[in-house]
């Protein structure tokens, strides 16, 4: 079975400086999608970045990028230049490729991150 | 274009009652997903509804089953309430070509159990 780990309940980072998120997984498969979601206290989830097991080339959006480390099963997440509205809890996690297969996704248990004025 | 929308906001329930809870998926959306997000517990797929199909449920009891209709909205339904229901539910809606696996979510329904 898949697992998904993130080791850091809570970070904190000043505005406008740079913070990484950690994640760990656990697959025997090598075809899937790691996925970096972000919840405001608003509730929705909201998808932050997503990375394709067999692309080497580390996923960016704008200030978030993520280092890929398949060998490793890491996946960790630096948001750049943060920004109050960064605020949120951030879940990594894990959805299997295989066709027929579900397409769940399985999440690690979030980290907490707060953006300090 | 309108987002994944669940109602309601909020809801109450005594213990052995039932509950409904109702998702919206995004136009054009044939995938419906349901997690709970429990205290303590995290986020826990429950169901994944395709073409009116269930095609797989987490580990929960069968008091937790659903259904989704012909304009793709869904619906989940949770018997016999028990006090640790209480929990955020989430549903998410893909469009028919899965492969990117994306899944876009809703803002949930609070369910809370008395």
């Known amino acids: 079975a898949q697992t998904v780990t993130q080791s850091q309940p809570e970070m904190s980072v000043q505005e406008a400086e740079t913070v990484t998120l950690s994640c760990t997984y656990d697959?025997?498969?090598?075809?899937?999608?790691l996925f970096w979601y972000k919840q405001p206290p608003s509730r929705q989830m909201i998808l932050v970045i997503r990375?394709?097991?067999?692309?080497?080339q580390n996923a960016t959006e704008n200030r978030f990028s993520v280092n890929f480390q398949k060998a490793a099963k890491s996946f960790s997440l630096k948001i750049s230049d943060s920004q109050l509205g960064d605020a949120a809890m951030y879940f990594c996690?894990?959805?299997?490729?295989?066709?027929?297969?579900?397409?769940?996704?399985?999440f690690g248990t979030g980290t907490l991150l707060a953006v300090q004025p | 274009e309108a987002g994944v929308t669940q109602s309601p906001t909020h809801l109450i329930k005594t213990r052995g009652q039932q509950a409904t809870l109702r998702c919206s998926p995004i136009?054009?959306?044939?995938?419906v997903y349901w997690y709970q997000q429990a205290l303590g517990l995290g986020l826990q797929f429950l169901l994944w509804?395709?073409?009116?199909?269930?095609?797989n449920r987490g580990n929960f009891p069968p008091r937790f089953s659903g259904r989704q209709f012909p304009n793709y909205s869904s619906e989940l339904n949770v018997n016999a309430l028990e006090l640790e229901d209480s929990a955020l539910y989430l549903c998410?809606?893909?469009?028919?070509?899965?492969?990117?696996?994306?899944?876009?979510f809703g803002a949930g329904t609070r369910l809370s159990v008395l």
């Open positions: 998410a809606s893909s469009p028919a070509d899965r492969v990117k696996n994306i899944q876009y």
């Open positions: 697959t025997s498969e090598s075809d899937y999608y």
């Open positions: 990375q394709e097991a067999y692309k080497q």
């Open positions: 996690a894990y959805s299997s490729n295989y066709g027929g297969a579900t397409n769940k996704l399985i």
């Open positions: 136009s054009g959306h044939t995938s």
């Open positions: 509804y395709d073409e009116g199909e269930e095609r």
